[in-house]
T-cell receptor, first 113, second 114 residues
Framework: GNSVTQMEGPVTLSEEAFLTINCTYT??????LFWYVQYPGEGLQLLLK?????DKGSNKGFEATYRKETTSFHLEKGSVQVSDSAVYFC????????????FGQGTRLTINP | NAGVTQTPKFQVLKTGQSMTLQCAQDMNHNSMYWYRQDPGMGLRLIYY???????DKGEVPNGYNVSRLNKREFSLRLESAAPSQTSVYFC?????????????FGSGTRLTVV
């Protein structure tokens, strides 16, 4: 079946540190891959996506590359800010079948000034 | 550009009371979903509607019912609320004919059952 595994949190970093949040997936075929962000008290917002192998999604300084050979979609940012504190969800959407999003468990990120 | 609108934003119920959570989207999406999010952060699918006129169970449907009223609206009903249903509920929508697209989420309903 389809599944997404994220690195466990919480993750705490200092401002301007480099961020990596690991995400690996199991799926049939070539799903679309997504990162969502949830700020405190809000719903999930789409952060970035990639729809085929070697695609790089990017937004707000965050990047993730669709790696078919390692079935991974790790989220990175070169210099984090306090405002990046949130919960981050990795997700996949199968191309076939019901096409429902499959979410990882989420990683809580806290950035200290 | 409202996107997905959920009402109410907050609700406190007594055990055994009933209520309906409302969700409406203005993006002409085919598919709509209801999730719950409990402490520990994960999202669990309660029910979904792939298209107008159809509904299907997700991972945790017990204690809930849904109605896809029309293409825009998808409501979630708790017939007899229990403390275990204390959670944050999110509605989402997507375009079924765009498998490369993601979901658009509402801002959530925070429900407490006492």
């Amino acid at each position: 079946g389809n599944s997404v595994t994220q690195m466990e949190g919480p993750v705490t970093l200092s401002e301007e540190a480099f961020l990596t949040i690991n995400c690996t997936y199991t799926a049939t075929g070539y799903p679309s891959l997504f990162w969502y962000v949830q700020y405190p008290g809000e719903g999930l917002q789409l952060l970035l996506k990639a729809t085929k192998a070697d695609d790089k999604g990017s937004n707000k300084g965050f990047e993730a590359t669709y790696r078919k050979e390692t079935t991974s979609f790790h989220l990175e940012k070169g210099s984090v800010q306090v405002s990046d504190s949130a919960v981050y969800f990795c997700a996949l959407r199968p191309i076939q079948g019901a096409q429902k999003l499959v979410f990882g468990q989420g990683t809580r990120l806290t950035i200290n000034p | 550009n409202a996107g997905v609108t959920q009402t109410p934003k907050f609700q406190v119920l007594k055990t055994g009371q009933s209520m309906t959570l409302q969700c409406a989207q203005d993006m002409n999406h085919n598919s709509m979903y209801w999730y719950r999010q409990d402490p520990g952060m994960g999202l669990r699918l309660i029910y979904y509607s792939a298209s107008e006129g159809t509904t299907d169970k997700g991972e945790v449907p017990n204690g809930y019912n849904v109605s896809r009223l029309n293409k825009r609206e998808f409501s979630l009903r708790l017939e007899s609320a229990a403390p275990s249903q204390t959670s944050v509920y999110f509605c989402a929508s997507s375009q079924m004919t765009d498998p490369l697209g993601g979901y658009t989420f509402g801002s959530g309903t925070r429900l407490t059952v006492v």
